[in-house]
């Protein structure tokens, strides 16, 4: 790898105006391409001390051997010279979007003499109309099927057809007249395109036009009391509006907007868009990206429009609209160049509320669904499990192989319902069966990494129980029982029958955080006597592993199946524990208060809430409301509000805080 110092230009030497640079490596290929307002500004950025980039940018400018720059007039230019070489050279080191699938396309090659009517994936040809994307396929061969009854466009492919002109004889669908059959000369060549163009006017959101002529030439076919006429032409109809209204309406009939979400993590990001047109959604379209450059949403979002819209030209590509979850750092700039590309207005937007923005809220979903879909899918793969395993014992360094794998995180708000999760992989898949949940009170609350040794101490004292209990029971079986400590529970340990909590113990605890909460996993295991189990952790804001008493952290490579595999495992142990702490925040926001009072058992308190319908209203219940509740007599009721009265008093609970905006809630 190259040193950054042997290659960087002098600060004097880059100039301050707008422009884009592309780093080469050693062999002079183009590993990224980058646009800057202010060259100097950008490149020097790059140089700085390699301990403060970010790792992905670090391993960028490491591997490059040179750097060069070219001068624009202004940032459009910028833009459009950057997607220009990001096409030419591919960059690994820029974020290339490629479909997660291959999207079927209904086109129309209407350059050709007798313009085909088919399915189309792949590259785009000129001189084709194209349609969608469509998904799934067969809803649009089942569009194109009913189409043909009004449109009779040629759908065969060229080898039929020169088959057909040379014997004279169409093919089943001219028989069935759901094809004009141009091949037998049925219909001239001008006429047959311009069936062919009524029949891309209809997919282009013209169907109420044809549909108004269809139903004025039933009504002139009744009028003269041509029946079968008449019956064709509504048949006509009907086949129309079936298509026109398979789609359902979101929007006002005369948008045409393209709709993107996305849903990221540290690695990856998944994209999806709506193609709405005519107020009706009439395609939809995904990606999965690594995240191989470090970048803002914004700079993400920017780039994805670079990419998707670069090689369209004309509105049937580009349209009014395009609606984003967030506004690109150069929104003005790009509104010109798609403007450019388009022949027309258009504008990017940003929408809050109304009909659009709810729309944007399904897109979103959907790109949480993908993400969610693609890194279940790379879970389940056996070649993959295997290979992450293998990779994480390399890079840790470990002699021994990664059967079974534990993972802890500690879940909380402000230090209140203190809980933590332990969840089990073995061989590279969740074995949820030993999963268990801890409960933290007392001193071992206080803070993360005393909670940590708290809940790992407890852990492997159950451990090293059973196995103490296999050696001195005569069948080599032992009992389990149900541990209890002064700083809480084992949770979810209580069996039926007798048998062993934990089969056997870990090769490797994963813990989630850095170098403090590895070094109380590793002090209670110490303390407890055990050397044979390996501890790391797992940082979430740089994905670095951090193993005990290292100064530095192991980076796994970006798209490394080690480290693909210990995200899904921290993943799957954060939400284990959140799920167990809102279980026990919400059973003690509301049953608590009833608890501590002295002559209410479970059906009183049953009744009481169900009265009041909340905690909040019983609180604030004067004796003479108390009373009404079924089974509350006077003497009751106001020793309830003595009490309440009294526990208000002595409350000192810390206040509830929302997460995402830090806003204190009302209680």
């Known amino acids: 790898m190259a040193d950054p110092s042997s290659y960087r230009p002098r600060t004097g030497e880059i100039p301050t105006n707008p422009g884009v640079y592309r780093f080469r490596d050693e062999h002079k290929r183009v590993i990224y391409v980058g646009k800057a307002k202010n060259l100097r500004s950008r490149l020097t950025s790059y ?83 194209y349609f969608g994307p469509f998904y799934p396929a067969k809803a649009i061969r089942e569009t194109v099927d009913t189409l043909l009854r009004v449109f009779p466009v040629r759908t065969c492919s060229n080898g039929v057809f020169k088959r057909a002109v040379a014997t004279g004889r169409p093919c089943l669908l001219g028989y069935i007249d759901k094809c004009s059959a141009p091949c037998v000369g049925r219909i001239s060549p001008e006429d047959h395109k311009a069936l062919a163009a009524e029949f891309c006017a209809f997919m282009g959101g013209e169907a109420g036009r044809f549909i108004t002529a269809l139903e004025r030439k039933m009504a002139a076919a009744v009028a003269e009391l041509d029946y079968e006429s008449a019956a064709r032409y509504r048949d006509d109809i009907a086949a129309l509006k079936r298509v026109f209204e398979r789609n359902a309406v979101v929007l006002s009939e005369d948008t045409d907007a393209d709709v993107f979400a996305m849903a990221e993590d540290e690695l990856e990001a998944a994209v999806q868009v709506f193609h709405v047109r005519g107020g009706r959604i009439r395609g939809q379209r995904g990606w999965v990206v690594e995240k191989v450059e470090d970048q803002t949403r914004a700079d993400f979002i920017e780039h994805l429009l670079q990419q998707v819209y670069g090689d369209g030209e004309g509105p049937d590509r580009i349209p009014r609209q395009v609606l984003l979850p967030a506004e690109p750092e150069n929104a003005a700039e790009l509104e010109e160049w798609l403007r450019g590309l388009r022949g027309s207005r258009m504008e990017i937007r940003v929408p809050k509320r109304g009909d659009k923005a709810a729309l944007l809220a399904t897109v979103q979903e959907n790109a949480d669904q993908a993400l969610a879909l693609h890194k279940s899918r790379r879970a389940g793969d056996i070649t993959t499990r295997s290979a992450g395993l293998q990779q994480l014992q390399e890079a840790l360094g470990l002699p021994v192989a990664l059967l079974r794998i534990e993972c802890y995180d500690i879940s909380h708000v402000q230090g209140t319902n203190v809980v933590a999760s332990m969840v089990v992989v073995e061989d590279g898949l969740p074995k949820k069966s030993d999963y268990r949940r801890f409960s933290i009170t007392g001193e071992a609350a206080r803070d993360d990494t005393a909670s940590m040794y708290d809940v790992i101490s407890r852990r492997f004292r159950n451990y090293l129980a059973d196995q103490a209990a296999k050696q001195l029971a005569p069948d080599g079986s032992g009992g389990a029982g149900r541990e209890e400590s002064g700083a809480g529970v084992l949770a979810d340990t ?156 002595q409350d000192t609970a810390v206040p509830a805080v929302n997460m995402t905006t830090g806003e204190i809630i009302d209680s």
């Open 494 to 649: 209580t069996m039926a029958a007798p048998r062993a909590k934990f089969a056997y113990p870990p090769n490797l605890v994963v813990v989630d955080g850095g170098p403090p909460q590895v070094a109380a996993a590793s002090r209670a295991l110490a303390d407890l006597g055990i050397t044979d189990i390996y501890v790391v952790g797992l940082a979430k804001r740089l994905e670095e592993v951090w193993l005990p008493d290292d100064e530095f952290p192991v980076i796994l490579p970006r798209a490394s199946e080690g480290l693909y595999l210990l995200q899904r495992i921290r993943d799957e142990a954060h939400r284990f524990a959140i799920s167990y702490h809102r279980q026990k925040r919400g059973k003690s926001m509301t049953v608590s208060i009833l608890d501590e009072i002295q002559g209410l058992g479970p059906a009183k308190s049953k009744a009481l809430l169900k009265h009041f319908g909340s905690a909040k209203r019983l609180k604030a219940a004067g004796v003479e409301e108390l009373v009404q509740v079924p089974g509350i007599g006077p003497a009751l009721a106001a020793s309830i509000r003595r009490q309440l009265d009294t526990a208000a008093g």
């Open 47 to 129: 140089f700085a001390a390699p301990e403060t980039l970010q790792p992905k940018t670090r391993a960028m400018v490491h591997s490059a051997a040179s750097v060069e720059w070219t001068v624009v007039g202004s940032e459009l230019e910028a833009i459009q010279l950057e997607y220009t070489w990001i096409k030419e050279f591919a960059p690994r080191f820029n974020i290339m979007f490629r479909d997660d699938k291959s999207y079927p396309y209904l086109a129309v090659t209407m350059s050709e003499k007798f313009p085909r009517v088919q399915v189309m994936r792949g590259e785009r040809r000129k001189g084709t109309k």
